[in-house]
């Protein structure tokens, strides 16, 4: 079956402008989750999203960034007035606790987002 | 969550088997304990998930020692094809399952 899919696959900006990056996830799962990963470094957690309520959103480096989902599945990540310290990429990853191996995160391909 | 610990990189060749190991010497008692691979310009995959002793699946095994503190994860014979970022992750298996990535130990197997 379809797997989680982002787009755009690649985003270019100029520091200053707000860019929306958009998350599909494998349908019927109810958790989704958001990380980045910057050049040659681990992932770093964003945000988590259970149904459409975000109980953990301690990984947000800034009120720049915010993200919301509707109808429990779509998930949309903003970033208003980027930094050039954005530029990473965006990974989201779907879940859903009745896989056997619980806990088991399904990724997606990334937004690669440069901002110059 | 618990800190881990694994070797920046390691070097390998086809056909031989690769241990990597990983130190989590603060590993909670509901920790469960999960690898994810990553290649380069994808998003990272589930390989293997343990609590404690050994599981086994079609890719790889892992293997838990008693106390918990370190795991090891075995790919049995390589190929080109495994050369990736391997990840070891440590925490509770809860509805707000977050996960929290180190550096990795990137494996290269060569020809």
């Known amino acids: 079956g379809a797997g989680v899919s982002q787009s755009p696959s690649n985003k270019v900006t100029e520091k200053g402008k707000d860019v929306e990056l958009r998350c599909d996830p494998i349908?019927?799962?109810?958790?989704l989750y958001w990380y980045r990963q910057s050049l040659g470094q681990g992932l770093e957690f964003l945000i988590y999203?259970?149904?459409?309520?975000?109980?953990?959103k301690s990984g947000l480096p800034s009120d720049r960034f915010s993200a919301e989902r509707t109808g429990g599945s779509v998930s949309t990540l903003t970033i208003q007035r980027t930094q050039q310290e954005d530029s990473a990429v965006y990974l989201c990853?779907?879940?859903?606790?009745?896989?056997?191996?619980?806990?088991?995160?399904?990724f997606g391909p990334g937004t690669r987002l440069t901002v110059t | 969550l618990a800190k881990t610990t694994q070797p920046i990189s390691m070097d390998s060749y086809e056909g031989q088997e690769v241990n990597i190991t990983c130190s989590h010497n603060?590993?909670?008692?509901?920790?469960?304990i999960t690898w994810y691979q990553q290649f380069p310009s994808q998003g990272p995959r589930f390989i293997i998930q343990?609590?404690?002793t050994k599981v086994t699946n079609e890719v790889a095994s892992l293997f838990i020692p008693a106390d918990r503190k370190s795991s090891t994860l075995s790919l049995p014979r390589v190929s080109l094809s495994d050369t990736a970022v391997y990840y070891c992750?440590?925490?509770?298996?809860?509805?707000?399952?977050?996960?929290?990535f180190g550096s990795g130990t990137r494996l290269l197997v060569r020809p």
């Open positions: 990853a779907s879940s859903s606790y009745q896989d056997s191996s619980l806990g088991e995160q399904y």
């Open positions: 343990g609590y404690k």
């Open positions: 992750l440590v925490g509770p298996m809860d509805s707000s399952y977050k996960l929290i």
């Open positions: 603060n590993i909670a008692t509901n920790d469960y």
């Open positions: 999203f259970q149904g459409n309520s975000a109980p953990d």
């Open positions: 349908s019927g799962h109810t958790a």
